[in-house]
């Protein structure tokens, strides 16, 4: 059921789990799916367990990509709502800083089309005075073999 809220709601901003649901280590391959299958790195994970012996949170911290670790003994109704308000804040703050990873990527496409369309410009332009280069070398020439084509073309 979880994997189908998140799957339906990719915008999640937190998720406070269990490890225990179903299984015994439920929770963990959640975030598993979570992070590894579906590749959302943004949804902030804090895990939270009545069991810490289960899943001790050192091991826990380092092998799964969750964002905070709790027992549900110590978290109080304060504890919690400072945990929650911090992983909104994160949330939101690397919300911003994809958005502009995404902004910046376009300006650096449009950036390189500019470049593209300026040096194309830039090589019928390279072609054009060589051409013209090359027909007043002929009128040149034309003129020192006949002066009284000079004063025609002029």
Do not use: W
Not at 54 to 71: M, S
Not at 111 to 122: A, F, G, K, V
Not at 147 to 154: I, K, W
């Amino acid at each position: 059921e979880a994997k189908q809220l998140i799957l339906t709601n990719p915008d999640t901003a937190v998720i406070l789990l269990d490890v225990v649901m179903e299984t015994e280590d439920a929770g963990l391959r959640l975030v598993n799916f979570i992070r590894d299958e579906i590749g959302n790195q943004l949804v902030r994970i804090i895990l939270r367990t009545g069991q810490p012996g289960r899943a001790p949170d050192n091991v826990v911290v380092v092998n799964y990509g969750i964002d905070d670790y709790k027992t549900k003994t110590e978290l109080t109704s304060q504890k919690l709502l400072i945990t929650i308000v911090t992983a909104l804040r994160t949330f939101s703050a690397l919300s911003q800083m994809l958005e502009m990873c995404r902004t910046l990527e376009l300006e650096i496409i449009q950036q390189r089309q500019i470049e593209t369309m300026l040096r194309s410009s830039e090589m019928r332009q390279r072609k054009r005075v060589h051409q013209l280069e090359q027909s007043l070398q002929s009128n040149q020439k034309s003129a020192e073999s006949d002066p009284e084509a000079l004063v025609q073309f002029v």
